[in-house]
Every structure is written in C-alpha cells, then in structure tokens.
C-alpha cells in the first residue's frame, strides 16, 4: 500500500504562486500509479483538480485551474508537483494527492490511496 505525505501549502496574496509537493512510499513502484490532485473548501464537496499518468504522457486539468496550475511528477524522486500560479481566493481549500494504478479512477474522483492533506489558503 502507498503512503502519500503533501507539503507546501501556506497563506499566499491574491496573484501569488504556490508549488505542492506529494512524496510517496511504499507499495509499488511509483511509476506504475496514475496521481491526482484534487481540493476541497470549506463546505464545499471535493473536487478533482490535475490528474498524470505514471509516465507522464497523459494529463489532465480541471477548467477552473487550466493555464494557472501544472502537474508534474519525478519518479526518480517519488514525488509528485503541484505549481499553482495566478492563485485566486477561490482557489482556497485542503489539497490532496491521491494515487490508483488506474488513471480513469483518479480523473473520476475515486483513487484507491489518498494523503492527509495540505491547506492552501489565498488572501485578496
């Protein structure tokens, strides 16, 4: 079974850039898993956010964050990447990484291995 750990969240200006970061361990080899951010705020359902597939040859965006944010994974490293750019107030909420050797699964919202989560909070 996969651990994920998030970092990188913090307080940030309205306009402002944040890169995340999601180190994996354990279970198989990273590369073999699809990874996925997804977001959820305050009263709010969560949301699918970025989605890679092991090699990096498919990705995928939500509409609410394409051309401000970008996905990237180091598999070498374990890790995967989040930089959000133009970040705006309603981008505000706990990301999570998440992981499933299915890629289908992570764009449609139900990985089978999911981080504890990382606040990102953007002041106007």
């Known amino acids: 079974q996969v651990q994920l750990v998030e970092s990188g969240g913090g307080l940030v200006q309205a306009g402002g850039s944040l890169r995340l970061s999601c180190a994996a361990s354990?279970?198989?080899?990273?590369?073999?898993?699809?990874m996925g951010w997804f977001r959820q705020a305050p009263g709010k359902e969560r949301e699918f956010v970025a989605a890679?597939?092991?090699?990096?040859?498919?990705?995928n965006y939500a509409d609410s964050v394409k051309g401000r944010f970008t996905i990237s994974r180091d598999n070498a490293k374990n890790t995967l990447y989040l930089q959000m750019n133009s970040l705006k107030p309603e981008d505000t909420a706990v990301y999570y990484c998440?992981?499933?050797?299915?890629?289908?699964?992570?764009?449609?919202?139900?990985?089978?291995?999911w981080g504890q989560g990382t606040q990102v909070t953007v002041s106007s």
């Open positions: 354990g279970g198989r080899a990273f590369s073999s898993y699809a």
């Open positions: 998440a992981a499933d050797s299915w890629r289908p699964k992570v764009i449609a919202n139900t990985p089978d291995y």
């Open positions: 890679i597939s092991g090699g990096s040859v498919f990705i």
